[in-house]
Nanobody, 120 residues
Framework: VQLQASGGGLVQAGGSLRLSCAAS????????MGWHRQAPGKQRELVAY???????NYADSVKGRFTISRDNAKNTVYLQMNSLKPEDTAVYYC???????????????WGQGTLVTVSS
């Protein structure tokens, strides 16, 4: 079971990017999915998460600018990022709480990270 993130890149301030993260492998179920980020010299922080039922939660710093969504049929979570600021520059990591096929234990999984750079 793995998570594969994509969609990062370089964008000017005020621009938009959409991140995607797909879970693959033998998966019994997926609970919450989300995004964290880590800027240079800073600790990793939660950006947003979405439950299996669609309830969302956002960091105050991204409320009103970022939107998290998921496609359960595709085992994919998205992060639409609008009105990007230079302080949004970071490596973005997707994560998910999943149960593998043949197992019954909910475990956390992390993607490999995708770099988002916002120029001023």
């Amino acid at each position: 079971v793995q998570l594969q993130a994509s969609g990062g890149g370089l964008v000017q301030a005020g621009g938009s990017l959409r991140l995607s993260c797909a879970a693959s492998g033998s998966i019994r179920s997926i609970n919450a999915m989300g995004w964290h980020r880590q800027a240079p010299g800073k600790q990793r922080e939660l950006v947003a998460y979405i439950t299996s039922g669609g309830k969302t939660n956002y960091a105050d710093s991204v409320k009103g600018r970022f939107t998290i969504s998921r496609d359960n049929a595709k085992n994919t979570v998205y992060l639409q990022m609008n009105s990007l600021k230079p302080e949004d520059t970071a490596v973005y990591y997707c994560n998910a709480a999943m149960v593998e096929g043949g197992d019954y234990t909910l475990r956390p999984y992390w993607g490999q990270g995708t770099l988002v750079t916002v120029s001023s």
